[in-house]
Every structure is written in structure tokens, then in C-alpha cells.
């Protein structure tokens, strides 16, 4: 049972985020770069806010337990700043890099667009930040012991899946959509993904309130792919082409 259990949360937690890596970004050695030093610069952020989060723990009360919940709310709201202070330089970063590649190559254009590069690096945020916040769940998914033996909610295995695979997914529209806001210096763009990006964080504070904090967090994300598919050059008219093709292609065959 406490494989299935492993496996099944595993698959739903990163099931998504793996074809993505599979199908538009393994086969292209300069996106996967671009993944793997994204996921480095979510590094950077969770180290800091680890390390302030730490000094503040030690030198606080560790008795006053309302000090402590404060301090972790403190802590939480605090990373996600960080996160996207660090998504913007790493937004920089790319740009000035994809500046360098157009610059020597031969037709004056990069490999790479800056939708791309967004996509590419809104994924290696998500599945780094899904990998810390489900890794040390499935290890202890693997036993021993009853999930709600002592009247804890059964269903913290799948909904931490669940709030790791909308997560995931949410990095990856945030930073299409980020990218997007400073391509175009739509600073109102920027802020709207902070501010969905802070009450994400505080909605999974409600949590073992799953059904208070898992259908909004899904309804956001369903929302920033929305957002996200039409800030990425998407349409009506693409989607309506798109649905042509393929009933014709089944007809076809």
C-alpha cells in the first residue's frame, strides 16, 4: 500500500511537469540549460529566505508559540517576495544573454525567443520549488505508519500531491506571464503575479483546511494558463485552427 501510495502521489505531483521536459524541452540543449539555471536561481531565493527565516527563529522566544506561527507566516510571505526578486533578475540575466546570441550570430536573431526562455525558466522554478516541497512527503509516504491514525485528515498524501502539482504548473504560467509584464513594461502585469503568487502562499496556510485552500489555488491556476496561453501569442482563432486540424486529421484517418 505504501508504494502505491509513493507512486501514485509521485505520478500526480510531477506526472505533468515531467512530459512538459520531455516533450518541448529535453531534445533542446540550450532550454535545458535555461531550466536547470532557473531552478539554480529558485535555489538562491530559498536558501535566503531560509537563512533569514533561521536568524529570526533563534533569536525569538521559542516558548511564545504565537511569535513562532507569526514568524512562519513572516517566513512564507517573505520567500515569495524573494522568489520574485529573483525571477526578475533571472528575467535580466536572459535577456542580456539572448542579447550576446543575437549579436554573434550570423542573421543578427537568437535560438531562442524571450516566450521561450519565459516558459523554459517558469518550468525550472516550478519543478525545483515542487521537488523541496514534495520530496520529503513521498519519503515518509514510504512507511511505516497509518496516515490519521490519531484523527489527522487520511487525505494529506494526494492533496500535497495535488498543491505540488498546481504549484508546479503555477510557476510555469507566472513566469510566461512575468516575463511578459517586463518585456513590455506592463508593471501592473508584475504586480498582479506577486499578489497571486502571495495569496497562493496564503491559502496552502490554511491547510489542513484542504477545502478551503485547494479548489482556490486551482481556480487560480486555471486563470494564469489562461493568461498565460494568450500573453504566449495564443487566440481564439489559433485554438479554433488547432480543434480544425485535428478533426480533420481524424477524419482522415
Not at 514534495?134 to 485528515?153: A, H, K, R, W
Request: with cysteine; net charge neutral.
Amino acid at each position: 500500500m505504501t508504494l502505491a501510495v509513493f507512486f501514485g502521489c509521485a505520478f500526480i505531483a510531477f506526472g505533468p511537469s515531467f512530459a512538459l521536459f520531455v516533450f518541448t524541452i529535453a531534445k533542446d540543449p540550450l532550454r535545458v540549460i535555461i531550466l536547470i539555471a532557473g531552478a539554480f536561481f529558485w535555489l538562491l531565493s530559498l536558501l535566503l529566505s531560509s537563512l533569514v527565516w533561521f536568524i529570526a527563529i533563534k533569536a525569538s522566544n521559542s516558548q511564545d508559540h504565537s511569535l513562532q506561527r507569526g514568524l512562519l507566516i513572516f517566513g512564507v510571505f517573505f520567500s515569495v517576495l524573494l522568489q520574485e526578486v529573483f525571477r526578475f533578475a533571472y528575467y535580466r540575466l536572459l535577456r542580456k544573454a539572448n542579447e550576446g546570441l543575437a549579436a554573434i550570430s550570423d542573421d543578427d536573431s537568437s535560438a531562442i525567443s524571450v516566450r521561450q526562455m519565459a516558459y523554459v525558466a517558469g518550468l525550472g522554478f516550478g519543478i525545483m520549488s515542487g521537488a523541496f516541497s514534495m520530496i520529503n512527503i513521498l519519503s515518509d509516504s514510504l512507511g511505516p505508519g497509518t496516515v490519521g491514525i490519531f484523527g489527522d485528515s487520511q487525505y494529506y498524501f494526494i492533496t500535497a500531491a495535488l498543491m505540488t502539482l498546481a504549484l508546479t504548473l503555477l510557476h510555469t504560467f507566472w513566469g510566461v506571464v512575468f516575463f511578459e509584464g517586463c518585456e513590455k513594461s506592463r508593471w501592473w502585469v508584475i504586480a498582479a503575479v506577486v499578489g497571486l503568487h502571495l495569496l497562493v502562499a496564503g491559502l496552502s496556510l490554511l491547510n489542513p483546511l484542504y477545502e478551503g485552500s485547494l479548489p482556490p489555488v486551482y481556480g487560480i491556476m486555471l486563470l494564469m494558463g489562461v493568461w498565460a496561453f494568450f500573453s504566449s501569442g495564443g487566440s481564439l482563432n489559433s485554438l479554433n485552427a488547432l480543434c480544425t486540424r485535428r478533426k480533420a486529421e481524424a477524419e482522415s484517418s
